[in-house]
Each structure stands twice: as C-alpha cells, then as structure tokens.
C-alpha cells in the first residue's frame, strides 16, 4: 500500500532531466567542490565562477569516447561549450530563490551514509569538512530540485500530446505478397566454373576469423578486500525483511501506541485490531520483503533493520505519510554469495578505488604500459590467446566497447595500451594486444558448400527482384487480372492483415509503419520477397493502446518537448554571459 502512495506523489516527470540531451550531463565534471590552483588550473571562467583543468580533462575524455572520429579542434570546442552550458545552469538555479530544506539535506546525507561513525569516516578518508560536503550536496541538489520544479506536467489532454499519441494509435490494413526465394536457389544451374569465379570474387567472405592475443588486468574494488565486521555488515543490509506498519492520524495516539507497546501494556496486535475496527484513526498495512537499500523510504528501511527479532515493534517513525509503528515481520537471509557479499563491503573503500582507478585512467590513456597500470592497482597480468570476435573465454571480452577496440573500423595497434573499460560498477579492464593476426583465405575445398550456397541465393536475387518488379507493376496499376496471374505463376503466398497499429506482435508490421508509400517492400529472414500493398488508414483509439506504450509515448513526448526548450534556454543564457577563456591552458591539452 506504501508503494501505492508513493507512486501517487511521484511525478512522472522527475527523471527526465538526466536523459535529455545536453542536461543529461548537468552535473557531470563541474564540481561543487572549491578547486585550488587559482588561474592556473582553470580553463575558463563564466560570469566569476572557474571551470578547473581537471573538469575539462574528463568532459573531454568522454567526448572523445562518444565520438572517436571527432577532429581535435571540434573536441575541444565542444568539451568547452557543454561545460560552459552545464556551469551557467547551475548559477542560474543556485542565483534562484530555490533553496533545499535542511530536512532534505539531512534525509539525503543520512540515505547515503546511514549513520553519523559512517559520515564522519568517510569526511576523514576524503579530508573534508561537513560543512564542505553539505554545501556541496545543498547546491547539486538544489539545482536538479529546481530545474524540475520548473518543468510543469502538460496533462494528458494537451493537444499537442493527444495529436502525438493518434499518431501512434493509427490503424492500417494491409495485403502482404510473399515471393519465395528457396525454388529459385534449388533451380539455379551450378558449375565448378562458376563457383570458383564466384569464390574468386567475394574471397573476403571466406577467410579465418581476425584472431588476437592480449595481455590484460582487471581492477576490482573487490580486490581492496573488507574486514570481517564490513562483511557482516555487508551480510545484514542485504538480508529481506517484512513487517506490517500503522499509520496514526494523531501524534499523541502514536506517541501513547509506542509507550504502551514498551511497557508491555499492549501490543502491536491490538493497535492493528483497534485502526482495522476504526476505534483508532489511522491505516494499517504490510511491507513486502525488501533489502535495506530498497525500503519503501530510507526511515522505513532504518526502522525495520534496526529491530532484533521477529515481532519487535519500533519507536515512532516521522515519515512522510504521517507518525507511524513498525512490527518486524520475517527475516530472510542474505541470498549473495560470499564474493558478492565482500564486493558490497568493499564499498567502503570506494573513496581509494576511485582515486587508483583515475590514476590508472590517467596512466593508460598517456601511453603507460600494463606494469606501470598494475603497480598502481595492485593487480596482476593475464593473458588470452587467440582470441576472435566470436570468443567467450572471459565474459567482458563481449562487451561492446572491448570489441571496438579489438575487432572495430579502427582496432588497437599492438603493444598499445588500450582505452580502459568499466566492464561493472567498481571493475575497470585495462588491456593491449601483443599479436593480431589478419584473416585468411580458406580454401576453396574448404568452403565449397558455403560457395555453392551463396552462389545460388545470390543468381536466385536477381531472378526475385524481376519477379518483384512485375508484381508491384501490377499492383500499382490495380491490374487484377495480372495480379492474379502473376501470383499463380510466382507461386506467391497472400496474407491479409485486418486493420492494426504499429504495436502488432507480427514482426513485419512496425517496419511496415515507417513506410507511408502504398506499394512496398520488405526482406524476411529467410531472403523471401514480401511486397505490401497498403489497403486502409483509419484513426486508432488513444485509449485501445497499452498502458505501458502509452505513459511511455507521453514520457517521450515530453522529453522532446524539454530537451528544445532547454537548448534554446541554454542559447539564451549563453548568449549573456561573461565568459573568459584561458586559451594559453587550452593550448597545453
């Protein structure tokens, strides 16, 4: 019931802001944090306020990440003006009269350390003072608070919106023609003449896999290791507990409830029975089993963690849905292994992780081989052997960024060290290549079979696209009579599809909707030759669309609609600002 309500207060424009081009990077590289090094390590300044060198150097990189190809002058210019862009939001918000309550400040920092021995640990391990980090979270919260308290909920009957969401409920009918191409492959004439011609021809489809061997180290903040008790600790924030929870409607009725409970006058029982019977004010309801992290709210979560056994009842909670009682229910033990267990205690030492990663970041992307990488993170070298695009000897070596850099338009010269990959949160792989080794021709005994195959698919096209000529020839000149005789002598499959939008569960439909012509084609998996005549347009109904396609559509209208708003604001604000450049830093990057 909990999750309903919060639900209810959730706006469903919250998150928007973190997906929309050009916010989504908001608070990405401009630290609230004070930079020291004065003039020196900032590359501009914007109406006062500095933009450090080491803001610059990580926009940067992720640019350069984003956009490989992307020359180095267009890099710079566009690193500066996202931090730019990002800066002036931020004064803007900040130079409001939006200001965070200390109740949210305090619900956040406490969200994030759990209690106070944790806050002050962290502040020591970081040197910095509460009042550092409070301004710190007070101005990064206050600015992503305020620019959503801007945005204003369109409503579901906005015009614009409703005109986008016919357009997604729009039905059509269509006929589909299917022209088989397995008849034309088998009937294909073959000879060992034609096969080695074509072999000769397409020899780049017929060659050994590009293979690699690579030296390589994975830094884990696993590998920083936990103590006995952070694992314990570890252990019990991710057990699953349940319990039942009363909502009083008066302060002094739950204040007197916990009095009575501790005393051992009452029990929780009874206060259920009393708000179930409406001789108390208030609501009851069950918690569903949830680790800490995912309580319904953080104080909730407090709460129940905090009871010993099965049935304890806790103080007064102060939640936002009123005073409340919370009585533990089942205790479900943690279902991590004992290497999940220590990587989630290991996040204690995020602070060192982080700092050694960026130091090994930094390392690699300056050129530094593996031994210089491993002598910062502790870690050992590995190696992997013939390695193809195909290989699954390590799960990473999948991940799409690691196949860039191996297998891509532009793959890693060996022995250089590749651009690191944070394969996981807090694991980062670093790399290089020591041999590559290029494809292959195959022999054409080898691969005679495949040859022959494509041979005939490929002689076996031509004679389909005539066939699809003379059949859309047909339809578009409403030639029945051809239609008809053309469908016999093809030996083509009809398929009427009753009027559908484009979130039909056949496959050919939504390909079908991204073409508005009357007469079009389509590929199946199999090489057939689908030709669709487009036979009714008709309104759909907004309301027959699914729940979900609908919120999302409307969750995406809205996007599109932020995101021109917001790059015309940035223009504006761009267009007014003091802005100085420090090109003689610029130069030096």
Known sequence: MLEDIREKKTNRITYALVIIAGIGMLFIGVPFFNQPGGERATVATVNGHSIPISAYNNVYREIQQQAPDLGEAETKARTLRRLITQNLF??????????????ALYRIIKSQFGDNTQYQQWLTQNHLSAETYQNSVRNEQTVAAYYRALLSDPGDNHPLLQSYLQTLA???????????????????SVSDDALHAYHNA???????????DIDYTLYDIADLGASDEQIAAARQASEKRSGRYIIFDDSKTAADAAAAIQAGEKTFADYWQAVTDKTTAGETGTLDPASKDKSVTPEIGEALFALAASGDTSPVIKSEYGDMLIELGNIEASSLSDDELRRLAAQQNLATYD?????????????QPLPAITGITGGNIASLKNITAASTDAAWLQNPKVREQLFGEKPLAENKTADPVEIAPQQT???????????????????????????????????????GEALQKALSENNRDEVEKLTREYGVETLTLEPTNRFSDNPIVPALFENPARISTQKSANGDLIIARLDSVRDGDIKALPDNIRQGAAFTWQQQDMATTYNSYGDWLYRHAKIKVNEEMLQRQ
């Open 90 to 103: 931020q004064q803007h918000a900040l130079d409001s009269r939006y200001i965070l309550p200390e109740t």
């Open 170 to 188: 729009q039905e059509r009918g269509y006929t589909l023609y299917t022209l088989p191409r397995a008849p034309l492959a088998e009937a294909v």
């Open 202 to 212: 397409h020899q780049d489809n017929y060659t050994t896999p590009e293979a690699v």
């Open 355 to 367: 700092s050694r990663a960026n130091q090994a970041f930094d390392a690699a992307q300056n050129g």
């Open 429 to 467: 792989v670093f790399f290089t290549v020591t041999r590559r080794e290029k494809p292959q021709p195959r022999p054409f005994a080898e691969v005679k079979n495949d040859v022959e195959r494509d041979y005939r698919n490929a002689e076996a096209e031509k004679g389909l696209q005539t066939r």
